[in-house]
């Protein structure tokens, strides 16, 4: 079973969640990507479970939150001062990594993570 995102679409700001299944409870990274037509996926946002270390791309950092609810095993990624460059099919994906790793060009790196969600589509106009 995949992680399953829900969302819509918005100028201004939008809240992008992920519900985690059963299948990656043991994840310990939790991680929003991002892939626009053309181009190649790239890391948006990401968090150790439990929220030991959050870890943005420079596009974002600033206008977009990553957070989790514990309770639910859902993953949200809040996204404020949308720009038309922000438009893309947006992914969640899960993985374990060691809790030492703390660079963000790690845990942000697509071929890092083996449990993806099946995308929900984001167009800024």
């Known amino acids: 079973v995949q992680l399953v995102e829900s969302g819509g679409q918005a100028g201004g700001s939008l809240r992008l969640s992920c519900a985690r299944s059963?299948?990656?409870?043991?994840?310990?990274?939790l991680g929003w990507f991002r892939q626009a037509p053309g181009k190649e996926r790239e890391g948006v946002a990401a968090?150790?479970?439990?929220?030991?270390?959050?870890f943005y791309a420079g596009s974002v950092k600033g206008r977009f939150t990553i957070s989790q609810d514990n309770a639910t095993n859902t993953v949200y990624l809040q996204m404020n001062s949308l720009k038309p460059e922000d438009t893309a099919m947006y992914y969640c994906?899960?993985?374990?990594?060691?809790?030492?790793?703390?660079?963000?060009?790690?845990?942000?790196?697509?071929?890092?993570?083996?449990?993806w969600g099946q995308g929900t589509q984001v167009t800024v106009s």
């Open positions: 968090v150790y479970r439990g929220g030991s270390g959050t």
């Open positions: 994906a899960a993985d374990s990594f060691p809790p030492t790793v703390r660079r963000s060009d790690y845990v942000l790196r697509p071929s890092e993570y083996k449990n």
């Open positions: 059963a299948y990656t409870y043991s994840s310990n990274c």
